[in-house]
């Protein structure tokens, strides 16, 4: 919220539920830039914007076990089903 405050736009419109949900699945989490760039559903202005506090909000969970599910991305409230 605090990057879209700064640039003056709707959180949702910087960064949609989905794709914040694309890089939360990552497994393991991303851990620089350029990995944030190989998730297809961010946009390049987005990891220029945005990347350098995913990566610090990802960095405690780079070494956490992730349930199979969650990063199959089965457990998604949002995911049709």
């Excluded at 539920?17 to 990552?26: D, M, N, Y």
């Excluded at 830039?33 to 946009?43: F, S």
Aim: proline residues 9%; hydrophobic residues 35%.
């Amino acid at each position: 919220d605090s990057a879209a405050e700064r640039l003056d736009m709707e959180s949702g419109v910087l960064c949609s539920r989905e794709r914040l949900e694309a890089v939360a699945r990552r497994n393991p989490p991303p851990a620089t830039r350029a990995e944030l760039v190989q998730i297809p559903e961010l946009r390049r202005w987005q990891v220029d914007v945005l990347g350098d506090d995913f990566l610090r909000v990802l960095a405690p969970y780079r070494h956490a076990k992730v349930p199979a599910a969650r990063a199959r991305g089965d457990d998604s409230p949002y995911k049709d089903g």
